[in-house]
């Protein structure tokens, strides 16, 4: 005796949920796609903006949540340009490739705030950027970043 039949996969007529590394590559963003993203060092710089707002009112307590707390650590410790004059001048060249076709803006803050070395390790931690862009033209900004990167 051989034992039970096992019975055949059930059939689902939900679509397959695309995995991670799909949603990396063709930059599936969802309700997100148009909106403005920043990058780490930008983002640093706005909550001490706010930061120092808050300190200028002795009445402000409302930016004491612990994940208000919590951002603003991980932004100080993760942000590669501390000075607000270099976080405007890689948000500059960063934004020159907006003027590429297909790219996005998610792209550009990404390549702003991992400061890749190489095109290649750009497109690798980057995937969705492949066939976007020339690695000479890209080359470029990450050099223009890597500059500034040295001297804050």
Known sequence: MAGPTPLPPVLSRKRPQPTDDENAYDL????????PTLSVAECNELLNKLAERSNADPNNTRNNSEIYLKTREYVSLFARFKDGKTVAQVDTISSRLLNV?????????QLATLCCDTAEEARTLIPSLEGKIGDDELQ???DDISKLRDFS
């Open 28 to 35: 599936r963003l969802g309700d997100m796609a148009d909106v």
């Open 101 to 109: 076709p297909g790219i996005q803006n998610f792209e550009r803050a």
């Open 140 to 142: 470029q900004v990450l």
